[in-house]
């Protein structure tokens, strides 16, 4: 299939172009450099052995997408392209709500325009708010995401419900992401984050290279085994075979679904710091603080529609996550 790649130069988006290309499609990226770099079409050059169609542009501008859409004869589109920091979503919202939820309606009247009907969306397993219960399946209610960012993947999956709602043979997955972390076995595409980062394997990463001090831990006190946050991290490769699995089941589906994309474990930020000391050899300072305002003590997913729908198991666990980050962060220092 050809298919187009909102936010294709990003993490997870650069990830899914080299896994599309192995599989046999033929991605064109499209982004507008707000959060990625143009070297990204190299590295996945490199990789994959061809250079992917790259278009730089704005999601938000619906001529120019039509125009690749006709152009590129695109069969499916995965939405990568979003603004993705809380905290900055806190300061300014018009800004998320403008990027990403005009952005994604501009999208999906582009598509409207080429007859391009299948859709692959990531949502974050932010949708669910405070768990009531672990582990997370889709058929849970949503809950209230904490702040705007998380607020504009709800909305997006309850657009794209009613306009599957008017419009039975449209085909929209929306793939509910754990927590990725990891890169490429190659060390060539990754994780960079401008600035310090705010999520914690990147910020672990920097500590380990020695351009950050300590890891600062985020609360010892929630009911969890060891009084850290617990979360289901999930390497960015089996993330990005997910979406080739979700394109293969779209092609033959109408309708839709919410995905969770996770390993179905939890680990605490203690464990993570000990898993990522194996991987760099080397011990890693941190502070217990007090815990970050929005916070949940644990969340983790329930894999099994995944596996039912999809066909697809995470196949990494945590060692390799942090092995593959500790490469790129080497790599890249
Ligand atoms: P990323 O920032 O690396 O990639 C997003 C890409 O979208 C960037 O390259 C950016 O330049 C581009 N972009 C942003 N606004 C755009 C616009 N208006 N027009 C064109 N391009 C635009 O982030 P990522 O980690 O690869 O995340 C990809 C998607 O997955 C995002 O929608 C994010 O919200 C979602 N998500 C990420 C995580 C995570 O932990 N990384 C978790 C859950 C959901
Ligand atoms: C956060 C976002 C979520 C987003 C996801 C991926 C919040 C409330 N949620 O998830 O919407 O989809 O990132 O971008 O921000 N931690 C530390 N020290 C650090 C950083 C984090 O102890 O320096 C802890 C946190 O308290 C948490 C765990 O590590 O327990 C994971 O944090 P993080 O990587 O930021 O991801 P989430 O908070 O799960």
């Known amino acids: 299939m050809k298919v187009l790649l909102t936010g294709g130069t990003g993490y997870i988006g650069s990830h899914t172009a ?23 079409v190299q590295a ?64 999906l009247e582009a598509m409207k325009a080429c007859a391009v009907g299948k859709l692959i969306f990531s949502s974050s397993s932010t949708v669910y708010g ?5 582990p997370l399946t889709e058929d849970m209610p ?22 599957c709602r008017a419009d039975p043979g449209f085909s929209a997955v929306c793939l509910r992401y754990f927590n990725p972390i990891g890169a490429h076995e190659s060390g060539l ?7 310090i980062p705010n999520n914690l394997l990147p910020y672990v990463a920097r500590v380990a290279s020695g351009k950050l001090e300590y890891v600062r831990v985020f609360g010892n006190d929630y009911p969890t085994p060891d009084g850290t946050g617990v979360r289901d991290y999930i390497h960015v490769v089996d993330l990005a075979r997910g979406h080739v699995a979700a394109l293969d089941y779209a092609q033959t589906h ?7 994309l996770g390993t179905g474990r939890g680990t605490s930020v203690l464990e993570m710091i000990a ?5 760099c050899g080397k011990k890693l300072p941190y502070r217990i603080l007090p815990r970050r305002a929005g916070d949940i003590a644990a969340n983790w997913c329930s894999p099994e529609k995944a596996h039912r729908l999809l ?17 790129f962060e080497q790599l890249h220092s």
């Open 189 to 195: 595409i990754g994780e960079d984050p401008n600035g």
């Open 130 to 134: 405070t768990p009531s219960a672990l």
């Open 254 to 260: 109408a309708g839709w679904e919410a995905v969770n």
């Open 311 to 327: 066909g697809w198991k995470a196949q990494y666990g945590v060692e390799e996550m942090c092995a593959s980050s500790w490469k």
């Open 44 to 107: 996945i050059a490199r990789i994959t052995g061809k250079e992917p169609a790259f278009v730089e542009g704005d999601i938000r501008s619906k001529t120019l997408l039509e125009d690749v859409l006709r152009r590129h004869e695109i069969d499916a589109v995965i939405h990568f392209a979003g603004l993705k920091a809380v905290g900055e979503s806190c300061e300014k919202p018009l800004l998320y709500y403008d990027n990403n939820i005009a952005g994604t309606v501009c999208l």
């Open 142 to 163: 949503t809950g209230t995401p904490t702040n705007p960012y998380g607020r504009t993947k709800l909305m997006i999956e309850e657009i794209l419900q009613d306009l």
């Open 275 to 279: 898993a990522f000391e194996k991987a």
């Open 18 to 40: 080299v896994c599309l290309m192995q599989s046999g499609h033929e991605p064109v990226l499209f982004d507008n450099l707000s959060n990625s770099k143009k070297d990204v």
